[in-house]
């Protein structure tokens, strides 16, 4: 298994500098399951399902490799599942990503356009913090549907191939009872799986 989080974690990673309270949307309104295309430099472009429930705020991020993340944005908590070895991992480096993700500010938005992915219309808008610029393409209801830009984490550009609208059944989001707990500390995961 080589190096399968990492896209996951940029991903999220590079999510971050787009959101801002005084922004357009950028969690969804309402439920949704968003398949998305990441690529990052000097990685084959990899394949993940974004399932959200609006209600709740709790996102759950599938990879093909099995792994899965699964994010609590009001209590700014996430777990990485890992079926393979019947553990879930507390990661602090994805809950603080969580806590970015549902707490940004200080961004500022610029519309430069429009877009059209996966079927849906979105805004498209330059986006700036104290981290660069990027660009994301946002549809009314907080979609995400294209995002391209770079921070600390690493650059990810991010497309959404399928948007499917309804709700997410509550156990999606909840780890299996059976699985071992891990606890790794602060920078750990992303170390282990540069070593990878």
Known sequence: MKRPLLPALAMLAALTPAL????????PTRDVSVD???????????TYRLSYAAASQQARL????????????????AQVVVPALHAI??????????????????????????????????RDYKVTDKNG??????????????????NAHGGADITATSVSYGPVAA??????????????????????????
């Open 20 to 27: 801002a309270a005084a922004a357009p949307a950028f969690l």
């Open 36 to 46: 998305y295309s990441v690529a990052s430099p000097g990685q084959p472009p990899q």
């Open 62 to 77: 599938d990879s093909v490799t099995g792994l899965y993340v699964l994010a609590n944005l009001p209590q700014g908590q």
């Open 89 to 122: 991992v507390q990661a602090p480096d994805f809950s603080s990503l969580t806590t970015q993700l549902y707490q940004a500010d200080n961004a500022s938005f610029t519309p430069i356009g429009t877009g059209h992915y996966a079927g849906l219309d979105c």
């Open 133 to 150: 610029t990027a660009r994301a393409c946002i549809t009314p209801d907080g979609v995400i549907l294209h995002f391209a830009g770079q």
């Open 171 to 196: 156990d999606e989001f909840t780890p299996p009872a059976n699985f071992m707990p891990l606890n790794l500390p602060p920078g750990a995961l992303a170390a282990l799986l540069r070593q990878q």
